[in-house]
């Protein structure tokens, strides 16, 4: 028989935080390394069943309470610390903003659907930033108690059916939520990564490990596979990347090497030469919990993840994690053991606690949050993906007067400057009215296509053409003076698919040539109606500077900016298209932020300690209201 505590399960823990660590590092040789939390998934799918099984067996009976209590025992200690830790060191340096963010992100956290939470937030296009979510890696922890939730009744069920066959109950499990994991990446890929039921499946291959009844291999045999299982979860994570559907059947590969290691390491005695991964792998449940809000930390003070800093933050988490497991883990394990109120002292009551302090500060007024910085720049986003026009809040400029002189339309880049359009409206008299539409350029008479990679298909977005029409038919019929454009250029043709309308003809090397007939398109329908077009250039992409970085750091002048020649050399082949179609059109307006933002060296993320942007592609509303307001200051109004 193998030893009750198979001690190489302990490397592979080690190894799957690793995975994720070097992931969220921006390691480019580990982009798959997200599969550590499918091996976690595995690993929990395999104790948690075998123990089950054998507290069954042994005593012919199973108690739901001393289980949740061992549940308890050993994940809320560190996971409390983590919490209570992250209230204290964030309400020093995050904005109001974040902080309220901050705060809903704790309540989801301890109420354990933390995944729930994140899966509808980055639904939304303008949500969440991770780089200033200091709890977004909770969602797998948050998935893992749901499954500890539900498994205990389901294999109770199990013992009291007519026929306990385990491996048909776990088949039929693996089978139904890979059917419906692989119907979830298709159509919805975000909750498919997120959510339980498409992950049952993994929970249930480490299960399945548990059952199969322990044969003596030979080691040579033995340290083979596990070697071999190693290599595989290796090759998948160098080989799987964000682009990959996940998780459907590409994360068999981790899983079923996962599986493969679990089992024929029961066969290897612990090894000395081991005893440092060993040890990792104790702490790699507070290695999980201390990594990603040290790298938030950093982020948020724009501090680069170069190698060196890779490093610090890798032996940190390690001395972080070994502290909280000696101290915490270990004390509170042995104070248990004494105590008949695990579920009430180490779960409810803090839970309590963490609930009430958090409610209490997301319901304080806004004026009274945030210590370090009471001020910041809120994140304002107006009329946007509207269909039903006309609207209110679309209007902007000097809303008193009559008629519409300005009509905004782009992409949720060009919504992203609606406040600097406002400032010239207001300074020219003028009145404006905002129809922007994410992802839509503004293209005429062209259709596009976006690469789905769950699907490996190209997909036609039915919307593009029919926004774009609508918007030319508005332009026709209103005859403005001015109509604004802009998008996220270059992007557009870099992401994207385009055809001519109705073509068809899907080929990627004519996609840029199409864009820009679209482009032409607008521009010339625009002029035949007599108004005046005006492009305004898209303003730089925040290069390894968090968006409040100015509000955070003592030296801001260095620290919150980037290199200039980094957005010269984006933009490149999007300016010399402009320089043409402001030869080949007399009547074209260009703007250009960049002397707003940039000086001759770097782009900054502020203007006058103001922060711009609202993440690192779109301005914020306030933030293009101050660029605006700068622009008066040495620019003449191009709309005078």
């Known amino acids: 028989m193998p030893h009750s505590y198979n001690h190489q399960i302990d490397i592979l823990r080690a190894l799957s935080v690793f995975l994720v660590i070097f992931n969220h590092l921006n390691i480019n040789l580990f982009q798959g390394g997200f599969i550590g939390v499918d091996i976690f998934l595995v690993i929990s799918g395999y104790l948690i069943t075998k123990n089950i099984i054998k507290e069954q067996n042994e005593t012919s009976s199973f108690s739901v309470k001393n289980f949740y209590e061992k549940r308890i025992i050993r994940l809320a200690p560190a996971f409390f610390t983590l919490i209570w830790s992250s209230l204290l060191v964030f309400s020093l340096i995050f904005t109001q903003d974040e902080w309220s963010q901050f705060l809903k992100s704790v309540i989801s956290s301890t109420t354990l659907n933390s995944n729930i939470y994140f899966a509808t937030q980055l639904n939304d296009y303008f949500s969440i930033n991770a780089y200033s979510t200091p709890l977004l890696h909770i969602w797998s922890l948050s998935l893992e108690e749901q499954f500890y939730l539900i498994w205990p009744f389901v294999l109770i069920f199990i013992f009291k059916s007519k026929t306990r066959n385990y491996f048909l109950y776990f088949s039929i499990f693996i089978v139904s939520s890979l059917l419906f994991s692989e119907y979830l990446t298709k159509n919805h890929p975000i909750l498919a990564y997120y959510l339980l039921p498409s992950r049952i499946f993994e929970f249930c291959i480490g299960a399945i490990v548990a059952l199969i009844p322990y044969y003596k291999v030979n080691k040579k045999y033995s340290y083979f596979a596990v070697l071999f299982s190693i290599f595989s979860i290796l090759t998948a994570s160098f080989v799987i990347d964000k682009q990959t559907k996940f998780p459907t059947y590409n994360a068999l590969l981790p899983c079923i ?31 999980y919990l201390w990594h990603w809000p040290i790298i938030v930390y950093l982020s948020l003070y724009s501090i680069k993840l170069v190698p060196i800093v890779g490093l610090g933050i890798i032996t940190f988490t390690i001395a972080l994690s070994a502290i909280t497991h000696e101290f915490i883990e270990k004390k509170v394990k042995l104070i248990s053991f004494k105590s008949n109120d695990n579920i009430k002292k180490l779960f409810i009551l803090p839970l309590s606690i963490t609930l009430a302090i958090s409610l209490f500060l997301l319901n304080k007024p806004e004026e009274d949050i945030g210590q370090e910085i009471p001020n910041s720049t809120i994140n304002t986003i107006k009329c946007v993906d509207q269909l039903q026009h006309p609207l209110e809040e679309c209007m902007f400029g000097r809303l008193n007067n009559e008629n519409i002189d300005i009509l905004l339309v782009g992409d949720s880049h060009a919504n992203s400057l609606s406040g600097f359009v406002d400032i010239l409206a207001k300074d020219a008299n003028m009145k404006g009215y905002e129809v922007t539409h994410s992802s839509t350029a503004f293209l005429l008479n062209t259709d596009r296509y976006s690469f789905n990679h769950a699907t490996q298909k190209y997909e036609f977005i039915e919307s593009f053409n029919y926004l774009n029409t609508f918007k030319k038919e508005l332009i026709e019929k209103n005859q403005f003076k001015f109509v604004v454009i802009s998008g996220y250029f270059p992007e557009n043709w870099l992401r994207n698919i385009y055809t001519t309308h109705k073509s068809n003809d899907i080929q990627p090397k004519k996609s840029l040539e199409n864009f820009k007939i679209g482009f032409e398109n607008s521009i010339q329908s625009i002029i035949n109606t007599g108004a005046t077009p ?73 203007i006058n300690k103001t922060p711009i942007y609202r993440d690192n592609q779109h301005l914020s509303y306030e933030g293009s209201t101050k660029i605006g307001i700068e622009y008066l200051k040495i620019n003449k109004n191009p709309l005078k």
């Open 534 to 606: 005006i492009i305004i250039n898209d303003t730089p992409l925040l290069s390894n500077v968090d968006t409040n970085c100015n509000l955070r750091n003592i030296n801001p002048e260095e620290d919150c900016s980037f290199d200039k020649q980094v957005h010269i050399q984006h933009f490149k082949d999007w300016e010399s298209e402009l320089s043409n179609l402001k030869k080949r059109y007399s009547k074209l307006i260009i703007i250009d932020l960049n002397n707003i933002i940039c000086n001759s060296k770097k782009c900054y993320s502020y």
């Open 257 to 287: 090497s996962a599986a493969i290691f679990i089992y024929f390491s029961q066969n290897i005695q612990k090894l000395k030469i081991a005893t440092p991964f060993y040890y990792l792998g104790r702490i790699s449940y507070p290695m």
